[in-house]
């Protein structure tokens, strides 16, 4: 199964890479981020790796995706932060 045919894919928002969605995109609000588990790693194991990411890098979980031989796709979510101004000391 194809990821472009997948309908838990179909609403996000288009890859700004030319259909390449492994390197993330942005839309709006908010900017994405894919990951893909191998079907070895365990649940404990795939939360310890969503913390890490979560706790240092401020993604949140926004949609998981379990395939037939095990593989998980997950996709991380977080707000678009506005980029300040650089001659302004804060």
């Given at each position: 199964m194809s990821d472009e045919q997948d309908p838990e894919?179909?609403?996000?928002?288009?890859?700004?890479?030319?259909?390449?969605?492994d390197v993330g995109w942005t839309d709006d609000k908010w900017e994405?981020?894919?990951?893909?588990?191998?079907?070895?790693?365990?649940?404990?194991?795939?939360?310890t790796q969503l913390s890490i990411?979560?706790?240092f890098s401020g993604w949140e979980l926004s949609r998981v995706l379990l395939y037939a031989d095990g593989t998980r796709k997950v996709w991380l979510?977080?707000?678009?932060?506005t980029p300040g101004i650089p001659e302004l000391l804060t």
């Open positions: 894919t179909s609403s996000l928002p288009a890859p700004a890479t030319g259909g390449v969605r994405y981020r894919p990951l893909r588990l191998p079907p070895g790693i365990t649940r404990p194991s795939a939360a990411h979560a706790e979510r977080r707000r678009r932060s």
